[in-house]
T-cell receptor, first 115, second 116 residues
Framework: DGGITQSPKYLFRKEGQNVTLSCEQN?????MYWYRQDPGQGLRLIYY???????QKGDIAEGYSVSREKKESFPLTVTSAQKNPTAFYLC??????????????FGPGTRLTVT | AQTVTQSQPEMSVQEAETVTLSCTYD???????LFWYKQPPSRQMILVIR??????QNATENRFSVNFQKAAKSFSLKISDSQLGDAAMYFC?????????????FGKGTKLTVNP
């Protein structure tokens, strides 16, 4: 089945530790995205990538880092510099082409709790 | 910057009835895309319906339809014959025209409760 996988579903870390969230897609999509979801805040874009080895900051990139070494994979690292890392993180992917309402497909998400 | 506003944090509807969720957006673009996503308790985001701004005809997907008013920058979602499985958070999203960043801008969501 084609889709997006995120692992793990729940992740617990101590304050001060970096943690990496996994996102893999087998949809052959060029573009991948990371969103953060907090209660009452909707989804906010952290980073996105249109092609391999290239990525751009979203609206709330501070304290996060990403890499895009393979088309299928777009891991997100939450660093100790992120002041409030506890949140629900969603990964998405889409076709990247001019024209057309190419919707984003979402993974099941990872709930990160930092104490 | 584009913004998306969902003015109803919560809505409720009786099973089999019809409910309309509101969404307004702000943009200076003339060509763009709009989406409604559903997030059930599992938290998996699911696309419900999409609308291209250049199309005057309102999009329809089975029991889901939109009322797209481009001049008013309004994009409401109508759910007919509501079912218990429709209970979820619903997010309205705006995407800029092609050639831009292609980023989705989301509203803060409306929580829909379906009463049996």
């Amino acid at each position: 089945d084609g889709g997006i996988t995120q692992s793990p579903k729940y992740l617990f870390r101590k304050e001060g530790q970096n943690v990496t969230l996994s996102c893999e897609q087998n949809l052959n999509h060029d573009a991948m995205y990371w969103y953060r979801q907090d209660p009452g805040q909707g989804l906010r874009l952290i980073y996105y990538s249109q092609i391999v080895n290239d990525f751009q900051k979203g609206d709330i990139a501070e304290g996060y880092s990403v890499s895009r070494e393979k088309k299928e994979s777009f891991p997100l690292t939450v660093t100790s510099a992120q002041k409030n890392p506890t949140a629900f993180y969603l990964c998405a992917s889409s076709i990247w082409a001019s024209g057309g309402p190419y919707e984003q497909y979402f993974g099941p998400g990872t709930r990160l709790t930092v104490t | 910057a584009q913004t998306v506003t969902q003015s109803q944090p919560e809505m409720s509807v009786q099973e089999a009835e019809t409910v309309t969720l509101s969404c307004t957006y702000d943009t200076s673009e003339s060509d763009y895309y709009l989406f409604w996503y559903k997030q059930p308790p599992s938290r998996q985001m699911i696309l419900v319906i999409r609308q291209e701004a250049y199309k005057q005809q309102n999009a329809t997907e089975n029991r889901f339809s939109v009322n797209f008013q481009k001049a008013a920058k309004s994009f409401s979602l109508k759910i007919s014959d509501s079912q218990l499985g429709d209970a979820a958070m619903y997010f309205c999203a705006y995407r800029p025209p092609a050639g831009g960043s292609e980023k989705l801008v989301f509203g803060k969501g409306t929580k829909l409760t379906v009463n049996p």
